[in-house]
Nanobody, 127 residues
Framework: EVQLVESGGGLVQAGGSLRLSCAASGFQFDSYAIAWFRQAPGKEREGVGCVTMHDGSTYYADSVKGRFTVSSDNAKNTVYLQMNSLKPEDTAVYYC????????????????????WGTGTLVTVSS
């Protein structure tokens, strides 16, 4: 059974940093794609960043490029989302998701191919 458990959310002031973790189990971690999504109140869920584990390639939404970094620790089956220079508009529930591959379309706010999802962790950025 695939399990994805997010942690690390909380309250932070604008300009601050947080690191989210996604602990994964139940699948071949080093052959999957792991993505981070977020959903702000009243808005649709959107893709934030993604890593393809077989080669370590990363992809980011334009809104977070240069501020957020996706990384992984294969020994711990864990993917991280380092968030720097946080803004109030980054406030959202952050989810990690996994799939055997990922399809990324230009300008599409999504990472296609995710089959399993965590339950999310709340990030609140105060102004």
């Amino acid at each position: 059974e695939v399990q994805l458990v997010e942690s690390g959310g909380g309250l932070v002031q604008a300009g601050g940093s947080l690191r989210l973790s996604c602990a994964a189990s139940g699948f071949q971690f080093d052959s999957y794609a792991i993505a981070w999504f977020r959903q702000a109140p009243g808005k649709e869920r959107e893709g934030v960043g993604c890593v393809t584990m077989h080669d370590g390639s990363t992809y980011y939404a334009d809104s977070v490029k240069g501020r957020f970094t996706v990384s992984s620790d294969n020994a711990k089956n864990t993917v991280y989302l380092q968030m720097n220079s946080l803004k109030p508009e980054d406030t959202a529930v952050y989810y990690c998701a996994a799939g055997p591959g990922v399809v990324i379309l230009p300008r599409a706010p999504w990472f296609y191919g995710m089959d399993d999802w965590g339950t999310g962790t709340l990030v609140t950025v105060s102004s």
